[in-house]
Nanobody, 122 residues
Framework: QVLLVESGGGSVQPGGALTLSCAAS????????????MTWFRQAPGKEREGVAE???????NYTDSVKGRFTISRDNARQILYLQMNNLKPEDTAMYSC????????????WGQGTQVSVSA
């Protein structure tokens, strides 16, 4: 079992920046290395959840078009933390952000965090 805990959300003005963290804990360090794909999702009120950024064990990254060039996903394997650096935030980035981990990149996430709120407004 893997426990994911997000932090770093908050309220910022448009153009601001935030860094989200997703700390993983499990019975052994080996669990982290079995998490082949880790993803940041977000869900705004009244909208469907969308994948924002993903990173695999080879550090290959993918981003949804709306955040390309502004967000950066990374993972610290030694500390078992997933990050999402968000720059030049826009009001449309306002959402609950959650991290998720998959043992197989082809399947749905096996583990989810509880989420952290990001609000962008003037």
């Amino acid at each position: 079992q893997v426990l994911l805990v997000e932090s770093g959300g908050g309220s910022v003005q448009p153009g601001g920046a935030l860094t989200l963290s997703c700390a993983a804990s499990g019975p052994t360090l080996d669990v982290w290395y079995k998490l082949l794909c880790m993803t940041w999702f977000r869900q705004a009120p009244g909208k469907e959840r969308e994948g924002v950024a993903e990173i695999d064990r080879a550090d290959t990254t993918n981003y949804t078009d709306s955040v390309k060039g502004r967000f950066t996903i990374s993972r610290d394997n030694a500390r078992q933390i997933l990050y999402l650096q968000m720059n030049n935030l826009k009001p449309e980035d306002t959402a609950m952000y959650s991290c998720a981990a998959r043992l197989d990149c082809r399947n749905a996430p096996n583990y989810w965090g509880q989420g952290t709120q990001v609000s962008v407004s003037a």
